[in-house]
């Protein structure tokens, strides 16, 4: 008695994670503009990590670096608007307290 042989199951194509790339670019621009600081490119970092995994089969890794890309790139927004809104009242203050001392 022979078996006819079957070939093993063709792997399943990658499964499409979204990879957050849009995100963690706006934020890295966005944290150079407003606070100087390129904490941005953590974000950037793990944004092109995910179709790496996505393809090697790591569907896991893939959503936990995408995962991690928008957390770093929302941390990474809020800071700098948070950093930008500071630089802006300490302008203002300086400024009144300026033209006050003036007078």
């Known amino acids: ?40 490119v953590i974000s ?4 092109t990590q995910v179709n790496k995994k996505a393809e090697a089969g790591d569907v896991a890794g893939a959503m936990q670096a995408a995962k991690q890309a928008k957390m770093f790139a929302w941390i990474s927004i809020i800071v700098s608007v948070i950093g930008f809104v500071v630089a802006i009242i300490f302008g203002v203050v300086g400024g009144f307290l300026s033209a006050i001392q003036n007078h």
């Open 1 to 40: 008695m022979s078996q006819q042989w079957t070939p093993p199951p063709a792997p399943s194509a990658a499964v499409p994670v979204g990879n957050n790339l849009v995100l963690a670019i706006v934020a890295s621009v966005v944290s150079l503009i407003f606070c100087c600081l390129p904490h941005g």
């Open 44 to 47: 950037l970092i793990f944004a």
